[in-house]
């Protein structure tokens, strides 16, 4: 089962339209790409043409799974930053019934977290057999 970041990453579950904006230099690239490729199957015959086309697929492939892959290491990141970010805040802590604030805080992110999981994977198997 496909986890919800891989799902957003490959744009399976769609928040709203992506648009791209991309620059003179991306676009003069994409431009120079294009006419090599060009040349490279012109100097080809018809089983080279093929062959490139699988390579071509191939590329593509790999550039999809590397996509979903950056997507969902720099999402969880963020989670860290985030995790991180509210440690911090916790770390002010004062002495309440033998426990400090910031263990009580932590125990209950982890109990929240942990409920949030179970509640996403739910979720997760609903969607996953409607889309099958």
């Known amino acids: 089962m496909k ?3 891989e799902l957003f990453a490959q744009d399976e579950i769609k928040v709203d339209t992506r648009d791209f904006n991309y ?3 991306y676009l003069d690239k994409f431009k120079k790409r294009q006419i090599l490729e060009e040349k ?9 043409k093929e062959l490139f ?7 593509a492939q790999l550039q999809s799974d590397i996509r ?5 290491y720099g999402y969880q990141i963020g989670a ?9 805040l916790d ?3 004062t002495e309440k019934n033998g426990m400090t604030e910031k263990r009580s805080n932590i125990i209950a992110k982890r109990d929240i977290m942990q409920a ?7 979720l997760m198997k609903e969607y996953t057999a409607k889309v099958e």
């Not at 860290?80 to 911090?88: N, Q, W």
Request: charged residues 35%.
């Open 3 to 5: 986890s919800i970041l």
């Open 23 to 25: 620059t003179t230099d």
């Open 40 to 48: 490279i199957i012109d100097k080809l015959g018809e089983d080279g």
């Open 53 to 59: 086309d699988e390579y071509d697929d191939m590329i």
């Open 68 to 72: 979903v892959e950056e997507f969902v």
């Open 80 to 88: 860290l930053m985030m995790i991180d970010t509210y440690s911090f």
């Open 91 to 93: 770390s002010f802590e």
């Open 116 to 122: 949030v999981k179970k509640e996403v994977q739910k």
